[in-house]
């Protein structure tokens, strides 16, 4: 207690002690979320395993044209930087 006339504030802490949830489902429920990590996961290894058995020449093609353009951008920065460093 404070001297004087002070005010003496004390904080109380609600602890919840209910009992916990019974799976990550039900709290994902309650909490309101609406996609659960496993269903993307899911999705996602299905999506890989149908480019993996179908079109596999046309993700090599949009991988190779993704190097490229990369390649061209490094060069650019490369060029960039030089001029940078003669600047200086």
């Known amino acids: 207690m404070m001297e004087g006339g002070g005010v003496v504030m ?18 994902v429920s309650l909490f309101g979320e609406k996609v ?30 993704e190097l490229e353009q990369t390649k061209h951008n490094l060069e650019l920065a490369r060029e960039e930087s030089m001029a940078m460093a003669n600047c200086l």
């Open 36 to 65: 659960l990590a496993s269903e993307v996961y899911t999705t996602k290894l299905k999506e890989m395993h149908g480019e993996a058995s179908g079109n596999g020449s046309s993700r090599l093609g949009t991988v190779t044209a």
């Open 10 to 27: 004390i904080k109380r802490a609600e602890i919840d002690n209910s009992a916990p949830f019974r799976s990550v489902k039900e709290a």
